[in-house]
Nanobody
Framework: QVQLVESGGGLVQAGGSLRLSCEASGRTFSRYAMGWFRQGPGKEREFVATISRSGGRISYGSSVKGRFTISRDNAKNTVYLQMNSLKPEDTAVYYC?????????????????WGQGTQVTVSS
């Protein structure tokens, strides 16, 4: 099993940047592909980004492509989400998740473990 703890959320003005972190417990972090999802008020959970176990394969949701960057440091058991050029519509609770497959997935139901989420609010 793995436990995930997100951090780095907060309030930022439109056009600003934030960096989210998700630290995993245990010593098997490199066995998991990792993903970021978000859920805005009154919205369904949305795929943001995923990164494979090794970090060699990455995928982004269409709404964040070109603005967000996912990365991981297996030595630190941590996955990151660098968010630039933030927009008010990026306001959401952001969740990281762990998937036992090699490459990860765009589908939330394929992820086995989830963090508690961190709030990101972008003001206009």
């Amino acid at each position: 099993q793995v436990q995930l703890v997100e951090s780095g959320g907060g309030l930022v003005q439109a056009g600003g940047s934030l960096r989210l972190s998700c630290e995993a417990s245990g010593r098997t972090f490199s066995r998991y592909a990792m993903g970021w999802f978000r859920q805005g008020p009154g919205k369904e959970r949305e795929f943001v980004a995923t990164i494979s176990r090794s970090g060699g394969r990455i995928s982004y949701g269409s709404s964040v492509k070109g603005r967000f960057t996912i990365s991981r440091d297996n030595a630190k058991n941590t996955v990151y989400l660098q968010m630039n050029s933030l927009k008010p519509e990026d306001t959401a609770v952001y969740y990281c998740a762990a998937d036992t497959t090699q490459y990860g997935s765009n589908w939330s139901f394929e992820y086995e473990y989830w963090g508690q989420g961190t709030q990101v609010t972008v003001s206009s």
